[in-house]
T-cell receptor
Framework: EAQVTQNPRYLITVTGKKLTVTCSQN?????MSWYRQDPGLGLRQIYY???????DKGDVPEGYKVSRKEKRNFPLILESPSPNQTSLYFC???????????????FGSGTRLTVV | QKEVEQNSGPLSVPEGAIASLNCTYS??????FFWYRQYSGKSPELIMF??SNGDKEDGRFTAQLNKASQYVSLLIRDSQPSDSATYLC????????????WGLGTSLAVNP
């Protein structure tokens, strides 16, 4: 089954304790992205990657890191989580055509993170 | 600031009616337009994408794009209670970064 797999689904952690949210896709998509979704603010892009070893900042990158060592994996790292990073996080992937045009995202199931 | 605007709703329609969801965008050079459905607490799911002016139909869903007026709409025919969700409009801006701009969504309630 074609899918984007995120883990964990739920996570409660304490301020300052490093954590990693994993994301893996089995569709050979070039483009991968991380979003956070907050009430009233909608989906905001954290980081994205156009291909292996190519990553760039989205709208709200502060406090987050990513890496893209393999095409299928795109982990999100919070080096020192803070309560304002409490949110619902989504990983998403999309194929790109020859011109770099998206065909639309497939989203993971989401990770609900609470930082206390 | 490039923006995508949607009426937050809730839009309430009776079962079997046509639901009409609208989205306007500010970047005149935008080329690609997407509609996603999101159930409460779930991830967004792609319904349709449209690139050219006019209508695109897929089952009960029709996307309509009017680039001159800078709006894109989604029509849902024969609305079902299972269509009750938030519908997100997303637009790819012009330019090299091809940034995807999201609306905040319209909440749709289909009443049995």
């Amino acid at each position: 089954e074609a899918q984007v797999t995120q883990n964990p689904r739920y996570l409660i952690t304490v301020t300052g304790k490093k954590l990693t949210v994993t994301c893996s896709q089995n569709m050979n998509h070039e483009y991968m992205s991380w979003y956070r979704q907050d009430p009233g603010l909608g989906l905001r892009q954290i980081y994205y990657s156009m291909n292996v070893e190519v990553t760039d900042k989205g709208d709200v990158p502060e406090g987050y890191k990513v890496s893209r060592k393999e095409k299928r994996n795109f982990p999100l790292i919070l080096e020192s989580p803070s309560p304002n990073q409490t949110s619902l996080y989504f990983c998403a992937s999309s194929p790109l055509d020859a011109t770099g045009r998206y065909y639309g995202y497939t989203f993971g199931s989401g990770t609900r993170l609470t930082v206390v | 600031q490039k923006e995508v605007e949607q009426n937050s709703g809730p839009l309430s329609v009776p079962e079997g009616a046509i639901a009409s969801l609208n989205c306007t965008y500010s970047d005149r050079g935008s080329q690609s337009f997407f509609w996603y459905r999101q159930y409460s607490g779930k991830s967004p799911e792609l319904i349709m994408f449209i690139y050219s002016n006019g209508d695109k139909e897929d089952g009960r869903f029709t996307a309509q794009l009017n680039k001159a007026s800078q709006y894109v709409s989604l029509l849902i025919r024969d609305s079902q209670p299972s269509d009750s969700a938030t519908y997100l409009c997303a637009v790819i801006s012009a330019g090299n970064n091809r940034k995807l701009i999201w609306g905040l969504g319209t909440s749709l309630a289909v009443n049995p």
